[in-house]
C-alpha cells in the first residue's frame, strides 16, 4: 500500500491540489462577503472578490510552501533516510559509488519496480518506494493540514470592517519583490557554485600552480596551470579589439556627425544585425571560411619568405584553426557592442558643445577629435569595457576556431586555448563530479566571472555617473 | 604705403594650413566611412557564404529503384509483424543491393567493385520505406518504386562539390575494336584532339600531376577510363555499360582535377552515378528531409527535426519561467521598489547579470540543477531553467524601459479616481506598456533561441535519434546541432550546417520581424 504511494506523480497532484484548494478557498471567501456587502449595506471596505482573494491567498502559500519544501528536499531525504538503512556493507562504500548505486534504484523505481533477479537491489527498491510513498503521502498531509489552518484562520477574519484588498495587494507586493529577488538569488548561485566547487578544487591543486603555473594537461594527466589559457584569452580578446573598436569607434563617429537621417536610418539596424546573429554562426564561419583563408595567407608568407631568402624556415605555424581566426570573427561580432554604446553617448553630449567648437572656425573633425570624443570619453571607454567583456566570455567561436592546444605563442596563426573553450571541453561528455578535472572547470568558471565582473563593475560605473553629468 | 598687407588669414601659409585641415577633415570621413563598410562587408561575406553553401543543401539526389516487394525478403516467416517489418533495414537493402547489381552486372567481378556499388546508396536510408510498407501491408507483393537519397559523396559529387572537372564534347568515333574483355580501343578522326589539347595547357600549369588524374569517357550509360591517348585514338578501361554505345552516341570526356586516392567516391563509382543519371533514375529533389528527419549518422539521411522540437521544448520552458517573472520584477522595481540601498543591490545586480558571460550560466545549471537538485541531464527543463535566467535580465531591462515610458498622468489619473497603487499598475500602466514589454519578451526568447554554450554544459549535446515530446526527454537544440554537425569532418556536413543555420535564422528573422511590426503598430508619443 505505502509502496503504491510512492509511484504518485506529485508534481500534478500538488498543482491540482494546489488549484482546487485555492479556487475553493476563493468562493468561499467570496460567498462569505457577498452576504453582508450587498445593496444597501452600509460601510464595507473591501469587495467580496478581495475577501475572496484572501482566503484564497492564506490556503494557497502555506500549501505551496509545503510543496516547494518537498520539491526541494524531498528525494534528499528519502535517499539520505534509505542510505542510513542500509547494511554495514553498503555505509563503507566511497560516497560516489553510492550516489551512483541510489541512482538506479531510483530509476528501477521511477519504472514501476524492479523485477529482476537480484534481491537485495529488489528489496532496497522496494524499501525506497516505501519511504518515497511515506514522505509523499506525509507531504499531501502536512499542505491539506497547512492549507487548512490557514483558510480557517483567514476565514474568521472576513467581515464588514476588514482590509482585505490592502491585505491582498501586500501580498502581491511581497511576491513582486520575490520575484525581483531572483536576480539576486541568481548571483548567489553563481558565486556560491563557483566559490564552492572551485574551493574543493584548490583543496587538491595549490591556488599559486593554478594561476601562475604554464602546463596545462586537464585531460590527460593532472597538470592544471592556466596561464596559457589566460594568455590565449587574452590574445584572441586582443585581437577581437584591434578590429571592433576602431571599426566600431569610427562607425559610430559616422553615424552620429556626419551621416544623413536617411542612411544612419539604414545603417544603424544592420550592424545591429550583426549583435544578433547567433554566436555559433560566427564559429561556422570562422572555420569555414576564415580559418582557411588565414592558413593559406599564412602559407603564403611562408613559402614568399623563405623563396626569397628572408628566412631558412617557415615563420609561421599556419594552422587549420588560429588565434587570428577566432579573434578577427570576434572582432567583427564584437562591432555593434562598441558602435551603439558609442553612438548613445556620442549623441548624448549636448549641441552647444559642438556649436561652440564651429563658431570657433573648427573643422568637423577637430570638433569631434577635440570637443566631442574628450566630452565622450567616459562613455566610450565604457563601450570598449563592455566589449572586452563580452570577447573573454564569449564561447562558441572560440570552441570552434581557436583549437585545444594550450600554449603560450605570440604567432597569431598559431592555435591557442581559452578558458572557455576548457571549460567546454572539460565539461561536456560523460562528467563526474567530484574528479580536480571536473571542479578545474568551475575555478575556470571563477576567474571568468571575477575578470569579467571587474570590466563590467567599472564600466557600468561609468555609464552612469556619465549619464548624470548630461541629464 | 601702396601696398596693402594681406589679410592675416589670406596668407599662404594659412591657406596652406587650411588645405591641410581640409584634407584631415575628409580623411577622417574616409575613416569613418571605411569602418561602416567594413562592417557591412564582414556581412554580407558572412550572410553569402553561408547562404551559397546552405543553397547547395537545399535540393540532394534521389535513386529511384523499381522493386517488387518480395515478401520472402522484406517479410520472412516468423519477422512478419509490423514491427518487425519497419525494422528490417536487411530485407529492403537487399531489395536494393540486388537491383544495382542487376543494372551492373560488372560490379559482380571482384569484391571491391561490389561493396563500392553498395556504397552507392546507405543501408539505413530503406528505413523510411520500411515504415511506410509496414503501415501499408497490401504493398507486400506489389511492384513499387523506392526512392532514395543517393550517399553522400556522391550527392556532393553530382553537385561539383567534390573536385573541378573538365568536361568536354569528344569529336565522332568511328570505330570500336575490342582488344581484350572490358579494354577497348576507340579511333575517330581526330576525336580526341580537343582533349589532347587540354591535357597539355593542364601539364604546363600543375606539371606531370596531370598523369595522375583521371580522364573519364561517357557515352550514354556507358564510361570508361581513358588510358592513353593520340588525337584520333585511345585506349579505354570500359568502367560500366557496352562498348557500343561509344559508336552510336557522341562521347563526352571529364577530366577529373582530384586524383582517385585522394577523393572519397571512386571513379566506378561516378561511372554508376552517371549510368544511372543516364537512365534518368537520379532525381535532384527537394531536401525535405532536413525538416522531417531526425540526427543521423550519415548528412544524407539526417534532419533537424528533432533539434527544432528541442527548441520549442526549451523555449516554452524558459518563456513561461522568465517572462512572468520578468515583467513581476520589472513591475516592483519601477513601480513599487522604495529607493534603499536593498533596491540599488538589485538594480546593480540586474544590469551586471546582464553582461555576465552565457557559459558562467551553463556552470550554474551544472552544478545546481545537475548537482544539486538532481535534475536530469539532457532535458530540455534544464535548459529551459537556465536560459530563462540568461534572459530575466534582458527581459527585465527592456520591460522597465516600456513602463518607464508610460507618462505619469495616466497613474495620476487612476489614482484620482480612486484605485489603489496595485490597481493603477495593473489595470492602467501594465495594459499601455504591453506592446513595449511584449517586444522586449521576444527580444530576450530570440537571444535565447541562439544560445549554444550553456546548453553544451549541461548535456544537450548528445546524439538524439528521436523526437523528444517531454520536457525531461533527453534533448538537443538548434544551435547545438549546428555546432555538433560542425565538428564532423565529412565535408557533406557543411552544407547541411549551413542549411540548418538558415533554419535556425528564419526562426530569429520572424521574432525580430514581430518586434519590428508590433513597435510600428504600437509606436506611441506621449
Redesign the interface.
Known sequence: MVQQLGHLPMGWLMLALLAMLASGAFFVGRVQAARFSGPGSARVHSRPNYHGYYVAMWTFVPAMVVALGYG?FG?GLVRSMLSSELPANFQDMPRVELDVYLNSIARAAFHHGYSGADRVFSAITNRFLELQGLIKASTIVLALVCAATGFLLARRRVAPGFRA??RV?GG??I???L??????A??I??VA??L??SLRFFAEIPFWDFLFGTRWNAQTSAEFGALPLFFGTFMIALIAMLIAA??????A???S??AGPKVRGW?KP??E??A??????????A???VAPAIRSVAIWINTTLISTGLASEPLLAAQPTSALAAGLVMG?MV?PFV?SLSDDVINAVPQTLRDAAYAMGA????T??HVVLPAALPGIIASLL?AV??A?????IV??AAGQRARISADPTADLTTI?VQ??AL??GETE?DSPKTLS??AL?LV??VV??FF??I??RVVQKYREKYD | MTDVAPAPFRNEKALRRLKK??A??A???L??????A???L??S??VA??GF?AISAATYHKVGFDVVLDPAVIAPKGKDTPADISRNVDGFYALIRSNLQGTFPEAAEDRMATRQLGDLVTRLAVLPTAKWVSENPTQIGQAATIKVPLSDDLDLYLKGAVSKEFRLRLGDISAVTEAAPRQVRLTGDGAFKALQSLIAVQRQEVGDAVDARSILISAGSTTGRIMSLDADAAEVTLLTGSATDFSNVRPTARMIELPETERNVSDLQIAWTLALKDKGRVSRVPHTSLLTHTDSTYPELAGALAAIVGSLLTMMVTAFIAI??GI??S???EE??PRNRL?E??E??????A??????????G???FL????LPRSAPLVGGLVLA?LT??TI?IASRAALKSVPPSIRAAALAVGA???QSVFHHVLPVAGPGIFTGAILGM?RA?????PL??I?M?AFVADVPVGPTDEATAL??L??SW??NAERAW?PM??AV?VI??MF?ITM?GIVVLLRRRFERRW
Do not use: H, W
Open positions: 526541494l528525494d484588498r490592502n495587494e502581491i507586493e511576491f513582486l519583490f520575484c525581483a529577488a531572483i536576480a539576486i541568481t548571483t548561485g553563481i557554485s563557483l564552492y566547487e576602431p571599426v566600431g569607434l569610427f562607425a563617429i559616422y553615424l556627425e556626419y545603417v544592420i550592424l544585425i550583426l544578433g546573429i547567433p554566436t555559433v554562426v560566427y564559429g561556422f564561419f572555420l569555414l571560411v567583427i562591432i558602435s573643422t568637423k573633425s577637430e569631434v577629435k563592455l567583456s563580452r573573454i566570455g564569449e564561447t562558441m570552441v570552434m572557455t571549460i567546454v565539461l561536456t563530479f572547470a568551475f568558471g571568468l566571472f569579467t565582473l563590467n563593475l564600466a557600468l | 585641415r581640409r584631415a577633415d580623411r577622417f570621413r575613416y569613418g566611412l571605411s569602418a561602416i567594413f562592417a557591412l564582414a556581412l561575406v558572412l557564404s553561408i553553401q512572468p517573472i513581476f520584477a513591475v516592483y522595481l513599487f521598489a533596491t543591490i538589485i546593480v545586480n540586474i544590469n551586471n547579470l553582461a555576465v558571460p552565457s557559459i558562467v550560466f551553463g556552470l550554474l551544472a552544478a545546481v548537482g544539486f537538485f538532481g535566467l530575466l535580465p527585465i489603489s497603487k496595485m530570440a533561441l541562439g544560445e549554444t554554450a553544451l554544459l548535456g549535446v544551435p547545438v549546428i555546432y560542425s565538428t557543411e550546417t549551413a543555420i535556425l535564422l530569429l525580430n
